[in-house]
């Protein structure tokens, strides 16, 4: 049992080490394609909100970024602010926001079930690294 313990520890550590070796555009893309989808759950962030803002939408990006893709600090860094809009008058969840950094764009959306989605497109214009 001690044994079994000390591997899952050991398999933790170098899961981890492995993550925090990437880039964060790898984590963002990581079938090396030029858009991904990722979520967070409203146990991973949430703001007591029905609906995302500005604000909001930087919260849940550095939740993302910071939180559950690890990424180091100042390795993604907010070019445009976010800019949100409510797509549909009469419905919340049409909410959508635009937010630009030096790696790629995002749109940003949050469902009813409070889990806010979003879709990443790298944009090599914005890309202050050589790849």
């Given at each position: 049992m001690k044994k079994l313990i000390i591997a899952a520890a050991l398999s933790l550590t170098s899961v981890s080490s492995f993550a925090q070796g990437m880039t964060c555009l790898n984590k963002l893309l990581?079938?090396?394609?030029?858009?991904?989808?990722?979520?967070?759950?409203?146990?991973?962030?949430?703001?007591?909100?029905?609906?995302?803002?500005?604000?909001?939408?930087?919260?849940?990006?550095?939740?993302?970024?910071?939180?559950?893709?690890?990424?180091?600090?100042?390795?993604?860094?907010?070019?445009?602010?976010?800019?949100?809009?409510?797509?549909?008058?009469?419905?919340?969840?049409?909410?959508?926001?635009?937010?630009?950094?030096?790696?790629?764009?995002?749109?940003?959306?949050?469902?009813?079930?409070?889990?806010?989605?979003?879709?990443?497109?790298?944009?090599?214009?914005?890309?202050?690294?050589?790849?």
């Amino acid at each position: 049992m001690k044994k079994l313990i000390i591997a899952a520890a050991l398999s933790l550590t170098s899961v981890s080490s492995f993550a925090q070796g990437m880039t964060c555009l790898n984590k963002l893309l990581p079938y090396s394609r030029y858009s991904g989808l990722h979520q967070l759950t409203k146990e991973e962030w949430s703001n007591g909100k029905e609906g995302l803002d500005e604000e909001s939408a930087k919260g849940a990006f550095n939740a993302l970024v910071g939180g559950k893709l690890m990424c180091k600090s100042g390795e993604v860094s907010i070019k445009i602010q976010p800019d949100c809009k409510l797509l549909l008058s009469d419905i919340p969840q049409s909410n959508v926001c635009y937010l630009h950094t030096n790696l790629g764009y995002f749109f940003i959306s949050k469902d009813s079930g409070s889990t806010v989605n979003f879709i990443f497109s790298k944009d090599k214009r914005f890309n202050d690294s050589a790849e």
